[in-house]
């Protein structure tokens, strides 16, 4: 029998986020709203999902803050 499973993050784009001044670049731009979620697959249709998070993320750096 053949089991085809996977383990890993989604990221799903919320939209823009607020303007802010990076810790990382020191650029002040606006950040983007992302839901990072980590599921389970199986045969490519997530069976279980957890560790529910929201981030905004620096478009030009990429460094990532939890709201």
């Known amino acids: 029998m053949f089991f085809l499973f996977g383990f890993g993050s989604k ?3 919320l939209g823009p986020g ?3 001044t990076c810790p990382n670049c020191a ?3 606006t950040w983007t709203r992302v839901r990072v979620v980590k ?3 199986v045969f490519f249709l997530p069976i279980a999902r957890w560790g529910r998070r929201q981030l905004e993320i620096c478009g030009i750096c990429g460094t990532a803050v939890e709201v």
């Open 11 to 13: 990221e799903r784009v």
């Open 27 to 29: 650029n002040t731009t």
């Open 39 to 41: 599921q389970v697959t």
């Open 18 to 20: 607020e303007v802010r």
